[in-house]
């Protein structure tokens, strides 16, 4: 593995995490978002991570700075990617968003570069042949808060070269994950072919007003000894995400009940600025949710 140069390609909840902890173990990372409003909103993102790192990890002030000083930030594809040796790409979990993406990745990026996908739901193959390099293409995937979730799971398509996704492998390991191979594709890959499903059904109880979120999160953490239930991680993850899995199975599938899902998380949360513990409101309220309250699971 020689990759010193590293570009991650949108810099939302995730992508920032992603940044962040590459530059943090060392690599030179470029930021690329669509437009420089959302670069100053990826910059803020950074400067928030900050203290997690130092309560979570101990990370020393001049660790964090040196993290910040390896970081670069563009809103122009070209100048971000031109000398990268790997692109991670976490743009929205939409098929054309990302195919379009690709498309102008392909064009943009040196020949010696190998795009990664972090798409939490979607398929390498998919998108390899709007590439234009589908032997040096990939799924990297992260869980939400990497720098203490560390998993990275490394999923190839048929197409990938044997080389490239173990020199993947070794890379997710310089940047302190623990590198986990899937070598056949996997919608969802390990983790949210587990999760996902959790975190519907979770959704489906809200959504047939079987119970409210407290309730659910509540029944979930007495029974198993869980610290958080299904509401408590859809804050993490972020509700925009979940709203874009519920609408694209509804509209591949037909389903009213995704439609219905899909529609409460946007007039309920979306459309009232409550994204999740970023925008400190979800389905619960930030910092001290109640989940966290001791009396919480007391009834």
Known sequence: MDYKNIT??????LGSQIAFQTA??????????????AVEKAKDRVEDLKPRYQEDLGASQEELDAAVERMSFFSDLGKAVEDADLVIEAVPEVVKIKTDFYEKLGQAAPEKTVFATNSSTLLPSQFAEATGRPEKFLALHFANEIWKNNTAEVMKHPGTDKDV???LLEFAKAIGMVALPLHKEQPGYILNSLLV??????QMLLVKEVADPQTIDKTWM??????KGPFAILDIVGITTAYNISNAKAEATGSEE???????LKTEYIDKGKLGRETGEGFYTYPNPAYEDPDFLKG
């Open 8 to 13: 991650v390609a949108g810099s939302g909840v």
């Open 24 to 37: 943090f173990k060392g690599f030179n990372v470029s930021v690329y978002d669509i437009s420089d409003e």
């Open 165 to 167: 996704f173990n020199d």
């Open 197 to 202: 499903p959790f975190l519907e059904a979770g």
């Open 222 to 227: 007495i029974a198993t000894g869980s610290p």
């Open 258 to 264: 995704f439609a219905k899902l899909a529609a409460v």
